[in-house]
């Protein structure tokens, strides 16, 4: 049922490998990381993982060149075009960490918090955090954009608030992957309709059967955490975090420009790479005029004492590139405040580059066509076919690392087979986007699962059980597909359901 596509490198001469043996790579994968998190708990991302990554990329070419003589040149190749692609991710990841350290030493972020816990009541905040993150999210069609900025905002909200940072995480996460799903600016949308063949805004039309009722249940969960947990011994005095902003930054509403004229490039439709750059830039600008105190101080842990603008230009340069602590007075408002610029950022990319040689590997080696073509070959009707999309969607940003891969794969692999059976290419791109897009930031090594955790500073891990969204919307997707509810079949084809 499988057809071959430019996606992958022909292999004439070599063998597929047998789904058991294209397993093993996995299974030593998962073993190696297992041991890393038992050694290095939650150091694990500053390099033990990469090693997993690599020992288990090791594994794939080992096995393929040894048993089924598949060639060098087929991972050369496979590995260029798909790390190639890579570029523009790497530089927005740059951008990321640029963007966060000049939002919080500008004071954009510190206002956003200081205004937040006044305005914000604990009960309602993880219903109120993930409706923003939602709209921000659909406006911007782009989850890491809406992560990045306001969702590192309502994060300290919600630390001030005493409401835990993974429940935080979880609806930021919720609502920027609601966002992100249904945007007509998504990328991921985008490529999920146009690959599969489906009218993008018919395609958004037809998301909405399973997404709403995903996001209705996935706030109904956190309202009800929000009165479960609002209790007054859990309250703290938000005064402590109020007097400590106010005491050390510049707190005015002039700081909220930047996320407006940001909100103003997001609504002309500009690229998220230049948006995020532009809008580091004005938070740069903001910072000399209004936190010159806050950049001097920067400057003086680097052993710069100059007062001048020599001094707020070296602060600048590593609020930009470096990690910034500021002294509050207080370790949980320092925290708060720390950042990590680019330099924060080093450790997803390297994580990334390894997570990508992984799944180069794995798909030049045919390992990956081969398990997915395992689970082809369990498809009976339309319920197990949906499921078949959906878990192999989850199975592609599991081995390899990035859900664009995982789009382009889903989709090639998949087409015949709704076509074969008379389901309309909607079904395809629906199920395609309800089983890789939002669970690509639920897998640790991920692209996107390294990058929220590295921006947000929580671990995949941590933040996953909270992320209610990510996980209700592949098993809403297979109950609308079990109950059959609004599938069309094609009318010039004809199969049983």
């Known amino acids: 049922m499988w057809k071959k596509t430019a996606t992958f490198v022909p292999m004439k001469d070599c063998i597929t490998p047998h789904p058991l043996v294209a397993a093993i790579p996995l299974i030593v994968l998962i073993a190696v990381l297992a041991m890393s998190v038992y050694l290095f708990g939650s150091d694990t991302l500053s390099g033990a993982s990469q090693i ?46 640029m963007l966060s350290g000049s939002w919080m030493i500008s004071g954009v972020v510190p206002t956003l918090i200081y205004y937040g816990v006044q305005i914000m009541s604990p009960t309602y905040f993880l219903l109120t955090t993930c409706v923003i993150c939602s709209l921000v999210s659909v406006l911007s069609g782009s989850s890491w954009t809406t992560v990045a900025t306001i969702g ?7 630390q001030a608030l005493n409401i835990s940072p993974a ?19 998504s990328d991921t949308t985008i490529l999920a309709s146009s690959y599969s063949g489906t009218d993008l805004f018919v395609h958004i039309r037809y998301l909405l059967l399973t997404t709403v009722p995903s996001i209705l249940i996935t706030l109904v969960l956190f309202l009800a955490m929000g ?16 007097d400590g902003l106010s005491a050390k930054f510049n707190i005015s509403l002039w700081t909220l420009c930047v996320p407006i004229l ?40 680097f052993g710069d004492y100059s007062n001048g603008a020599h001094g707020l230009i070296k602060g600048l340069s590593i609020t930009y590139f470096g990690s910034t602590a500021v002294d509050m007075g207080n370790e949980s408002l320092n925290q708060l405040v720390s950042t990590g610029g680019m330099v924060g950022m080093l450790n997803t990319i390297w994580l990334i580059l390894c997570s990508v040689f992984f799944g180069s590997a794995m798909v030049a080696a045919g390992m990956v066509r081969s398990i997915t073509n395992a689970l082809m070959s369990f498809i009976r ?12 969607g989850l199975f592609l940003n599991f081995t390899t690392g990035d859900q664009f891969i995982s789009i382009i794969l889903a989709s090639d692999m998949f087409k015949d087979a709704y076509r074969k059976m008379g389901f309309e290419s909607r079904l395809l791109s629906r199920s395609i986007e309800d089983g890789t897009t939002v669970t690509s930031v639920l897998v640790p090594w991920n692209t996107c ?49």
């Open 167 to 185: 429940w935080t995480a979880g609806a930021i996460i919720s609502g920027a992957y609601f966002g992100d799903k249904l945007s007509p600016l």
């Open 262 to 301: 940001t909100g103003v490039m997001i609504a002309r439709k500009m690229p998220s790479l230049f948006v995020l750059f532009l809008s580091s830039v004005l938070a740069g600008i903001t910072a000399l005029v209004l936190q010159q105190e806050v950049l001097y101080e920067i400057a003086h842990t």
């Open 152 to 158: 590192v905002a309502l994060l300290g909200i919600g």
């Open 52 to 97: 997993a990554l690599i020992f288990a990329s090791s594994v794939v070419i080992g096995i393929a060149m040894l048993f089924y003589h598949i060639p060098w040149k087929v991972f050369d190749k496979e590995m260029r075009k798909i790390f190639g692609g890579m570029s523009v991710t790497l530089f927005i990841l740059l951008s990321v960490g």
């Open 381 to 392: 009707n339309r319920t197990s076919l949906v499921t078949s999309t959906v878990f192999s």
């Open 449 to 497: 699962g390294m990058t929220q955790a590295t921006v947000l500073d929580i671990p995949t891990l941590t933040y996953l059980p909270y992320c209610f969204f990510n996980i209700l919307s592949p098993l809403v997707s297979i109950f609308v597909a079990a109950l059959g509810w609004k599938i069309i079949r094609r009318s010039s084809e004809s199969a049983t359901s």
């Open 227 to 242: 009165f479960w947990a609002n209790n007054e011994e859990g309250a703290i005095d938000v005064s402590v975090y109020t």
